[in-house]
């Protein structure tokens, strides 16, 4: 979109381009068919992207436009598609993924810079406790007194809210402070969205699942759909891509639930929230709210005993793998179909491990000493399960690789990482600041920190990134937006530029960068 977004063409021209690039392999009858998709493709969206067209209207064709339709001067936008021949077409297309290339690059470069507006991107009348971020500008806030609300970033709107999904406060609930330590803000204590299902988390021992209820604008509601019952304060969840629930609690327990399935589906079917109600309906998975029927629920799938109270989880749909940290300062790494133990380990040994996430072929924790921990996954077991086979869990792990140490190290507990695909990443730490890292492997350079954001809150609890969107809490009843596409960065240039030229400004903006 010239924003230097994280794109990519659509699928199916992905395919067919590919197909077509190795064509010389195939028989010469094959090319036809291959065309006749790629056109196909390109109809389908044609909207988002049409390759140029050998001519373009004239004049008088666009005066003879009338409201019973269009002349027959004019063709459609599938016929112009369609008279373009295959050189031209295959041109265009590459020209375009290039561009898309070079914008990736550019935005990727962007973040290395630390270039990027900083905004607020939500106020609330409430302190902002744990956030999720869906498709920008779609975000979930959990607030101090236990409401839930769906938020719009790009315009600052609440749209959708429940205000009691969990209790603020539970004087029986002692065990949460190897969670919250001093600072226990009150209210949600976990939070994720995903493929329009909302989780939250809290002090309660529950899991509740939410989907945006009827109504338009600010009038809609958030419609409780599953109620996941745990055996302690619940220290987080995560929503996978079928739309499965994982709930960990700090009784020791991780679980996994999955969507009801309803009657006439078969086992092993899309279970995501859309196609279930599609399956009621007998028609194709649509996300209509007109028409879509309540959430089936969800019934539970996988039970965990960690023995350990469970503080953080993360789960890599990809490798079909789910790790959490514990009280104790070890890591555990499991197999999330069947719950079999990959290894555990001890990253923050006499300390707290508070953080966990799974990105660039690694488990990276956070410990409450601020330390932040790296051990390597193999790379060359991606999506193909343990490189050892089923009896071999242990596989997954790289042990020929040292595990190391991100350096310098916060100055308070590290609470929530966000991961880049570019081997970017992102710590959220109760010192008040928030760390890119470069963990990109370079000859002669170790993972390094890139830049720091600072001015938070001991209260911070969560951070998330789109590509070009980092968003966070820590700042009261704010969400705090650093926008790194090229025309938010080009802003904030300007806008420096012109601190620059007036002797009087109080370096307001600085206070973020460091």
Not at 2 to 7: A, K
Not at 378 to 404: H, K, Q, S, V
Not at 503 to 513: F, H, K, M, N, P
Request: net charge negative.
């Amino acid at each position: 979109d010239g924003e230097g977004g994280v794109h990519a063409a659509p699928p199916l021209l992905l395919l067919v381009s590919e197909a077509w690039a190795e064509r010389p392999a195939f028989d010469h009858q094959a090319a036809p068919t291959l065309r006749a998709a790629l056109l196909l493709a390109l109809a389908a969206h044609a909207a988002a992207w049409t390759p140029p067209s050998p001519s373009r209207f004239s004049a008088a064709a666009a005066a003879s436009l009338t409201t019973s339709g269009v002349n027959s001067a004019c063709t459609s936008p599938r016929a112009r598609v369609s008279a373009i021949d295959d050189a031209e077409l295959f041109a265009s297309l590459r020209a375009r993924q290039a561009q898309l290339s070079d914008e990736n690059q550019a935005c990727s470069q962007r973040w290395r810079d630390g270039r990027c507006k900083t905004s607020i991107g939500l106020t609330m009348p409430d302190w902002i406790r744990r956030l999720a971020l869906g498709v920008w500008p779609a975000a979930a806030v959990g607030t101090a007194s236990g409401g839930v609300h769906m938020a719009n970033l790009a315009t600052g709107d609440v749209t959708a809210s429940v205000s009691n999904a969990h209790p603020a406060y539970l004087e029986s609930a002692a065990d949460q402070m190897s969670l919250l330590g001093d600072y226990d803000g009150g209210g949600i204590t976990a939070l994720d969205l995903s493929g329009g299902l909302i989780v939250s988390g809290g002090r309660d021992g529950v899991a509740r699942v939410w989907e945006l209820g009827e109504g338009k604008g600010h009038e809609r509601e958030l419609r409780e759909c599953g109620t996941l019952k745990a055996g302690g304060v619940v220290s987080a969840v995560r929503v996978t891509s079928t739309g499965s629930v994982w709930v960990a609690s700090l009784d020791g327990s991780l679980g996994r639930w999955d969507v009801r399935r309803r009657r006439g589906e078969s086992e092993g079917g899309d279970s995501s929230p859309a196609a279930a109600a599609a399956n009621d309906q007998g028609g194709e998975a649509e996300d209509d709210e007109a028409t879509r029927p309540p959430h089936p629920g969800f019934e539970q799938a996988l039970s965990i005993c960690v023995d350990e109270p469970v503080l953080c989880a993360a789960v890599d749909d990809t490798r079909g793998l789910v790790a959490c940290g514990m009280a104790n300062g070890d890591a555990a790494l499991f197999d999330s179909t069947t719950g079999t133990p990959v290894s555990v380990w001890s990253p923050h040994r006499g300390d707290r491990t508070r953080a966990v996430s799974i990105a660039h072929d690694a488990v990276i924790t956070g410990g409450m000493d601020g330390t932040v921990r790296r051990r390597f996954l193999r790379a060359t077991a991606l999506g193909a399960g343990p490189a050892g086979g089923e009896d071999e869990p242990a596989a997954w792990l790289d042990n020929a690789r040292a595990d190391d140490e991100l350096s310098p190290p916060h100055g308070g507990p590290v609470v929530d990482f966000a991961a880049r695909e570019d081997a970017l990443l992102v710590s959220a730490a109760l010192d008040g600041s928030m760390r890119v890292w470069d963990l990109a492997p370079s000859e002669g350079i170790t993972p390094r920190c890139l830049f720091g954001l600072l001015g938070y809150k001991v209260w911070l609890g969560s951070v998330a990134t789109d590509g070009v969107h980092l968003v966070s809490d820590g700042s009261d009843n704010c969400v705090i937006v650093h926008d790194f596409s090229a025309k938010a960065a080009a802003e904030a240039e300007e806008e420096e530029g012109l601190d620059d030229d007036d002797d009087d400004d109080d370096d307001e903006g600085e206070q973020w960068l460091m």
